[in-house]
C-alpha cells in the first residue's frame, strides 16, 4: 500500500536574515497532490522566504523543507524538472527574443509540451513575437515566464505574487491560464497574492503567516463559514486581553471607538457568547476574505490601546 | 444558464453557485431533466476553481435538486425533492434566529418577542385587510 506523498512538506522551519530576526519561525504546513494553497500574509511576513525554502534557493536553520519527499537544496533538478514558477520580480534574460527564451527551455525539460506552447502563444497573442524580453510589457513578459512554468507539465505550480503590478484584465487573463491548466493536469499550485477576490476565485486553502508563524490553515469555505466579525463597544466594560482570552477569538484589534474581535463560530453563536460573557449586545456578522484578513492582520500600532 | 458570482459577498463562491441554480429551479428558469454546464465549462466561464464547482454541483446533488449521469453530465432532476416538514421546520427555524438576532441588537428581550408574535398573528389572522381563506 502507498500512500501519496506530500508535495510539500514543511516542518517546524525557522529561516532569518538579521541575527535574532526570524523571518520564518516554527512553520509546519504540507501539501497534498493536486491540493491549490493560497498563502497570505502582510509584506515582510515570510510568503517569499517560504516560496524560495521549497524552491531550494535558500535553505532553513532549522527543520526541515521536503518537496516531492526531497530535500530541495540537496536535489535541486530532480525537484524543479517538477515544479513551475512564476514569480512578481522574475528574471528573464532582457536580451533575449521571445523565440530564444522558448528555445532555451525546451533543450531543458524533456517533457516539454509543444502543443500547448503554441495554444497559450495563440492566446496571448504572442506568437511569431520577434521582440526581446526588454521590449515586452510587464504583462506579457509575464504571459511569457507562466508559459515557461507550465508546458513542462509540472505536478506543482508556485506562483509568488504572479499578478503583481499587472492591471485587472491582465491578471484576469492570467487567472484564466491558471483554471484552465487546473481543469487540464489538476496540478497542485502554492500561490501568494494580496488580491483576495483571485485567492476566492482560486479556492482551496488559505494558509496565514503572521510574525513568523502560520496563524490560520483552513479550508477557504470553512474558513468563510464558520469565522464573523464581533463589533464591541468600547464602553462595554472590557478591554482587548479580556475579548482574547474568549473562546474561539482569533484575533481582537481596536477600531476608533470599538474593538473589532475575530470569532470562529456563526454570528448567533457569537452573539449569544458575548451576552453571556460580557453582558453586552454586540453586533456579529460574517465578512468577506478581504476583510477578514485586514482585521487578523492590520492595524498592528493600536494594541498600545491595551 | 446564467449564473454571476460576487468574490466579495458574505456567502462563499459555492454556495453562491448553490443559491442560484435552486432559485433558477424554483423560479422556473430551469427546468426538471434540463442539462447543466459541464463543471469545467462552469469553472472556465466564472473564472474560478473546477473544485469550487464541483464543490456546490455534490452539494445540490445530496440535496436532490440535481443528478449527475455518468458520462452524460449533471441534469436537473426529473423528481425535484419534495420539502419536507423537517426541511420547513429547518427554513422556519433560519428565519426565526435572524428575527431574534434582530430583536437582541435593538436590545428586546425573548418575553418581547414573544408579544411581538402573539401581536403579529392577531394582525394576520383578525386583520381587516387580510382575506378570507377559503377552508380546504
Known amino acids: ?306 | 444558464m446564467y449564473l454571476a458570482i460576487n468574490p466579495s459577498d458574505d456567502l462563499p463562491i459555492y454556495r453562491q453557485i448553490m443559491r442560484q441554480i435552486m432559485d433558477a429551479i424554483a423560479g422556473g428558469r430551469l427546468h426538471s431533466g434540463e442539462r447543466l454546464t459541464s463543471h469545467r465549462e462552469l469553472s472556465e466561464q466564472l473564472v474560478i476553481a473546477p473544485l469550487t464547482v464541483k464543490k456546490a454541483y455534490d452539494e445540490l446533488e445530496a440535496l436532490g435538486y440535481i443528478e449527475s449521469q455518468r458520462g452524460r453530465g449533471t441534469f436537473v432532476s426529473a423528481r425535484l425533492p419534495k420539502v419536507t416538514q423537517a426541511v420547513r421546520t429547518a427554513q422556519l427555524k433560519a428565519a426565526a434566529q435572524a428575527l431574534l438576532s434582530q430583536a437582541y441588537l435593538a436590545g428586546l428581550e425573548f418575553s418581547d418577542v414573544l408579544k411581538v408574535i402573539k401581536d403579529a398573528d392577531r394582525e394576520l389572522t383578525d386583520g381587516p385587510a387580510q382575506p378570507q381563506r377559503k377552508a380546504q
Not at chain 1, 512538506?9 to 512553520?27: C, I
Request: one cysteine or more.
Open chain 1, 1 to 306: 500500500m502507498t500512500t501519496p506523498a506530500s508535495v510539500i512538506a514543511f516542518n517546524d522551519v525557522a529561516r532569518s536574515y538579521k541575527k535574532d530576526r526570524p523571518v520564518l519561525d516554527g512553520v509546519t504546513f504540507s501539501m497534498q497532490p493536486g491540493e491549490v494553497v493560497a498563502l497570505l500574509g502582510r509584506n515582510a511576513s515570510g510568503k517569499t522566504t517560504l516560496i524560495n525554502l521549497a524552491m531550494g534557493m535558500l535553505f532553513p536553520h532549522r527543520g526541515t523543507v521536503r518537496v516531492f519527499g526531497m530535500n530541495p537544496t540537496a536535489q535541486p533538478v530532480a525537484v524543479k524538472s517538477r515544479i513551475g514558477f512564476v514569480s512578481e520580480d522574475q528574471i528573464l534574460p532582457p536580451g533575449m527574443r521571445v523565440e530564444e527564451v522558448f528555445a532555451f527551455h525546451r533543450y531543458l525539460f524533456k517533457s516539454w509540451d509543444r502543443t500547448l506552447e503554441k495554444q497559450l502563444l495563440d492566446r496571448f497573442e504572442l506568437s511569431n513575437n520577434t521582440q526581446k524580453i526588454k521590449q515586452l510589457s510587464k504583462g506579457q513578459a509575464r504571459q511569457i515566464a507562466l508559459i515557461c512554468a507550465v508546458c513542462h507539465r509540472p505536478e506543482l505550480l508556485i506562483l509568488d505574487e504572479p499578478a503583481g503590478g499587472l492591471d485587472p484584465a491582465a491578471r484576469r487573463e492570467f487567472l484564466e491560464t491558471s483554471i484552465q491548466l487546473l481543469n487540464r493536469d489538476g496540478s497542485a499550485i502554492l500561490f501568494s497574492s494580496h488580491h483576495m477576490g483571485d485567492v476566492e476565485r482560486l479556492g482551496g486553502r488559505a494558509v496565514l503567516l503572521d510574525e513568523g508563524k502560520v496563524r490560520i490553515d483552513s479550508d477557504l469555505d470553512a474558513l468563510r463559514e464558520n469565522t464573523c466579525l464581533a463589533v464591541i463597544l468600547q464602553y462595554a466594560a472590557t478591554n482587548l486581553s479580556d475579548i482574547r482570552q474568549l473562546d474561539g477569538c482569533i484575533g481582537a484589534r481596536a477600531v476608533t471607538n470599538d474593538w473589532h474581535a475575530i470569532f470562529r463560530g456563526t454570528p448567533v453563536g457569537v452573539h449569544a457568547q458575548l451576552q453571556h460573557a460580557f453582558n453586552i449586545s454586540a453586533q456579529c456578522i460574517r465578512i468577506p476574505l478581504e476583510e477578514l484578513f485586514v482585521e487578523l492582520v492590520g492595524g498592528k500600532q493600536t494594541s498600545g490601546a491595551l
